[in-house]
């Protein structure tokens, strides 16, 4: 009975805690839009010109093409591997539904279950696909950050306060630690963990090095389509784009906010000071276009195509069954 009333009490209180986080961004970033004009975010887009969006688009695919990685790991370790072209499959429907619709944990299983539920895999096996994706992210944003601190002085600068270098740079180390910790556990050949009688495998040494290396690709193609749709942001001001990019998204995915709306906004531009806001905003709308809503729109086609594709093969299949004979009642 407790938990039975917890849960809707807990589900009531995520929902009102997002929507307050919603809200604080949207009010920060009202107030951010009220120092710019509509006409100099127009004419900072303008500049930006098509090389640059074709050059944006192309590290967004390397990205995506990168996160199937995760899945294919993920299926390796639970003993269903699967042929690339179904994981790339699940991979890039499942996290363009969580990028743009929040929840990620809940409308990426739901999306992996579509697909790979017609390959022959269980709600277990998806579910442990699920948890072990969500450890490759992570693991590589524990890294990136990590090591963003370690060897960039005042990346962790805001709003022009900052630490000092070496209170920064033990933070990124106890980081990065975590990182070797989890390393160091598959090194010593640990198969598994879990709780009571759920349990979840774990990956070799060799494909824990994989999630991670994916992993920080994956940010670093990611961040790099915001970077190349700012043509007034020097080079060396990579790195902080880099670290307002994954703060932002982690900021994204801790709240379930749906799509990062106003929150990943509003968190970049506070995390990248000293650069024309109008030319942030414009980047970030044109990043939206590239990174989110074309991929979402993509992703939603091929989850049609496939539906539409299996509930046909099943039809098929039904109607190739042979029929039995109906017995015959004497007399």
Not at 134 to 147: A, K, R
Request: proline share 4%.
């Amino acid at each position: 009975m407790a938990s039975s009333t917890s849960s809707p009490l807990k589900t009531a209180l995520s929902v009102v805690i997002m929507v307050a986080i919603m809200a604080a961004a949207f009010h920060g970033l009202s107030k951010v839009l009220s120092e710019v004009s509509f006409d100099e975010i127009r004419a900072a887009m303008s500049r930006v010109g098509w090389g640059r969006i074709a050059i944006a688009t192309c590290f967004g695919i390397a990205s995506y093409l990168v996160l199937t990685g995760y899945d294919v790991i993920a299926l390796k370790t639970i003993g269903r591997p699967l042929p690339w072209r179904q994981a790339a499959k699940a991979s890039f429907v499942s996290y363009n539904l969580s990028h743009n619709l929040g929840f990620a944990v809940l409308t990426g299983a739901v999306a992996r279950f579509r697909i790979y539920s017609a390959a022959g895999l269980n709600v277990a096996d998806i579910a442990k696909i699920t948890v072990l994706t969500g450890v490759s992210f992570w693991v590589g944003v524990l890294l990136m950050l990590g090591l963003c601190l370690v060897f960039i002085p005042d990346v962790a600068s805001l709003a022009g306060y900052s630490i000092g270098h070496g209170a920064q740079a033990a933070i990124g180390i106890a980081i990065v630690s975590l990182n070797a910790l989890y390393l160091a556990i598959l090194s010593r050949g640990v198969k598994e963990l879990g709780f009571r009688r759920w349990r979840v495998p774990l990956p070799t040494a060799r494909r824990g090095v994989a999630q991670c290396g994916l992993s920080v690709l994956d940010l670093f193609f990611a961040a790099s389509v915001l970077a190349v749709l700012m043509p007034g942001v020097d080079i060396s001001l990579y790195p902080q784009v880099l670290v307002a990019y994954v703060a932002a998204f982690v900021t994204v995915m801790i709240t379930h906010t749906p799509g990062g709306a106003g929150v990943l906004e509003f968190v970049v531009v506070m995390l990248i000071p000293g650069v024309d806001k109008a030319e942030v905003i414009a980047a970030l709308i044109l990043f939206r276009l590239v990174y989110h809503i074309g991929p979402f729109l993509l992703a939603v086609g091929l989850l049609v195509a496939h539906e539409t594709t299996h509930r046909r093969s099943k039809g098929a299949g039904k109607q190739g069954l042979p029929q039995t004979a109906e017995p015959q009642v004497a007399g």
